[in-house]
């Protein structure tokens, strides 16, 4: 019996040492191939920059360019943000260009006046280019996940969308375009949200976060494109991708004005408009959404776009034959008529007309006539004088209108994936509700 018990003893020491030893193999090829990717490996506690000036206190962000530390500044005795960009030639490249663009932007706006973020200095770190920036709250995306998906108010979309413009018309004015607008990359200057009734007024069982300042950032310059310089094929994040990117036909300034409206209606519903990764899907609910494309527009598409997207014959997008599977059939059909969209969400007549008017020209699938941004700011919906306190009702008609939608399942996996997809993390039940602890509403730090 003791014999039994000892070998048994030693074959499960045996197994369990061979099974650490696996798990350390893995973790150790999985160290290697980071390292072999670029990426900047460290330890909290850890120093960046010369003189182990920057501690790093906290991760921040992570993305396909490298990663984001909170750091606190030792000379400067201040907490910071810190871009450490992945230790290869490409995105090393991308991080040059946004260094110019951003001193460029501080040298043209010396009093900050046009919403876009200050590079504060940057420098080299074991191989890795290095970003310094003032810290700022959460992404616009990132405080609606946390906000279980539930829409800014159309006062906060007003505020939002108007500085946007303004940052993007004056990045314009002086030859660029950012290419790469979406609500990651919209930072709120102040990290602090209140929780809020949504709807039946303060003893409603439901809260939602709501921030305390309404000031914003523009980010990420990586992709900024001069007008004198290469125009890559394929640019934008794909659900802000303009009609002209895919369609190769050309794309400048316009493609961020579509982008522009793209973000408006995700900030008013809490769902990107088009949830797609697929060329055909995407102009399918781009039809959905706005209607037939124009023959004007695609007169201008090489004979490869057209066979490969329209009918010879007729010009009409081939759908749904085109369509690779039912589930992308019925992720176009899901989608609402711009109008649609838009009424079901709003009871105040006029705010209603002047957002779809607005959208509708931020939507147009000719960039030659789509709105310009300076003139988009002309336009009356930022006349409007929204109450801050439209909130509660508005929300309340937007969480049920999800959840309406949320009954189909295959729609909740699309938007469950698109949200992994654009995050690196999994989405929230959106609209759900959260319990009122207090009618005083304290400020809360992220």
């Not at 670029?38 to 850890?46: I, Q, R, V």
């Not at 810290?135 to 500085?163: E, H, I, R």
């Not at 004198?228 to 991708?241: I, L």
């Not at 899907?281 to 004007?296: D, F, N, Q, T, Y």
Request: glycine share 6%; net charge negative.
């Amino acid at each position: 019996m003791t014999t039994w018990t000892t070998t048994t003893a030693a074959v499960i020491t045996t197994k369990a040492n061979q099974t650490t030893t696996k798990e350390t193999h893995i973790e150790q090829q999985q160290q290697q191939q980071q390292n072999d990717e670029g990426h900047f490996e460290y330890k909290l506690g850890d120093s960046l920059g010369e003189n182990e000036r920057f501690k790093i206190l906290a991760p921040l962000g992570e993305g396909t360019f490298g990663k984001v530390l909170e750091c606190y500044d030792r000379v400067k005795q201040e907490y910071c943000a810190v871009k450490v960009i992945r230790n290869v030639p490409k995105y090393k490249a991308a991080a040059k260009i946004e260094v110019d663009v951003l001193n460029e932007i501080g040298r043209r706006d010396p009093n900050d006046d046009f919403h876009c973020i200050r590079l504060k200095e940057s420098f080299e770190h074991e191989g890795h280019s290095c970003l310094m920036f003032d810290k700022y709250g959460l992404s616009l995306f990132d405080f609606m996940k946390k906000n279980n998906y539930k829409p800014f108010s159309p006062y906060l979309v007003q505020t939002f969308a108007k500085q946007l413009l303004k940052a993007v018309a004056f990045m314009h004015e002086l030859k660029m375009t950012h290419t790469d607008l979406k609500p990651e990359n919209i930072l709120l200057e102040s990290p602090g949200y209140v929780r809020q009734p949504v709807g039946g007024g303060a003893s409603s069982s439901c809260t939602t976060r709501v921030p305390v300042s309404s000031a914003i950032k523009l980010i990420d310059f990586g992709s900024t494109t001069s007008e004198e310089q290469y125009h890559s094929t394929v640019v934008s994040t794909r659900h802000y991708r303009a009609p002209e990117i895919i369609m190769g036909t050309g794309w400048s300034y316009p493609c961020d004005l579509w982008s522009v409206g793209c973000i408006m209606i995700e900030l008013l519903t809490g769902d990107a408009l088009f949830q797609t990764h697929e060329n055909m899907e995407h102009l399918a609910m781009m039809r959905k959404v706005l209607g037939p494309i124009p023959a004007s527009v695609l007169k201008r598409a090489s004979q490869e776009t057209i066979e490969k997207f329209f009918c010879a014959d007729t010009s009409e997008l081939n759908w749904p034959e085109g369509a690779k599977d039912m589930e992308s059939e019925r992720a176009v059909q899901a989608v609402q008529p711009l109008d649609i969209l838009i009424r079901e969400r709003f009871e105040n007549e006029e705010m209603g007309t002047l957002l779809r008017h607005l959208l509708s020209r931020l939507l147009e699938y000719d960039p030659e006539t789509r709105i310009s941004a300076k003139d988009a700011l002309n336009h009356s919906f930022f006349r409007l004088d929204i109450a801050e306190n439209n909130l509660a009702r508005v929300s309340n008609n937007v969480a049920t209108n999800n959840n309406n939608v949320s009954k189909d399942k295959t729609s909740v996996a699309r938007n469950m994936a698109a949200a992994k997809t654009r995050s690196q993390t999994t989405g929230g039940v959106r609209a759900s509700c959260l319990p009122t602890t207090s009618s005083v509403a304290p400020i809360i730090f992220t």
